[in-house]
């Protein structure tokens, strides 16, 4: 059974960082995309970057030059390094494991910027 577990979620002033953890557990072969996505109040979950088997990340616009999203594959850990916060940024950030077998979530983490 795959599980995803989020850690490192939390209060921080705008302008500060934050880095969030992922670890999975369970059989994910080695093909597979790791990514985070978010969801504010009242918004639809988006993605917010994602990283492939390979190393190759995407981000969404809004958060290009702030955040870095990664991953060691030796621990099944994504990261997701966040910069330069914002409270436009405040959300419940998700990590999603995407595998041939299905689509996995974790519990989510709270992220919360104040201005």
């Known amino acids: 059974q795959v599980q995803l577990v989020e850690s490192g979620g939390g209060l921080v002033q705008a302008g500060g960082s934050l880095r969030l953890s992922c670890v999975v557990s369970g059989s994910i072969g080695s093909i597979n995309t790791m990514g985070w996505y978010r969801q504010a109040p009242g918004k639809q979950r988006e993605l917010v970057g994602a990283?492939?088997?390979?190393?190759?990340?995407n981000y969404a616009d809004s958060v290009k030059g702030r955040f870095t999203i990664s991953r060691d594959n030796a621990k099944n850990t994504v990261y997701l390094q966040m910069n330069s916060l914002k409270p436009e940024d405040t959300a419940v950030y998700y990590c999603n494991l995407g595998t041939v077998w299905g689509n996995y979530w974790g519990q989510g983490t709270q992220v919360t910027v104040s201005s």
């Open positions: 990283v492939n088997s390979g190393g190759s990340a």
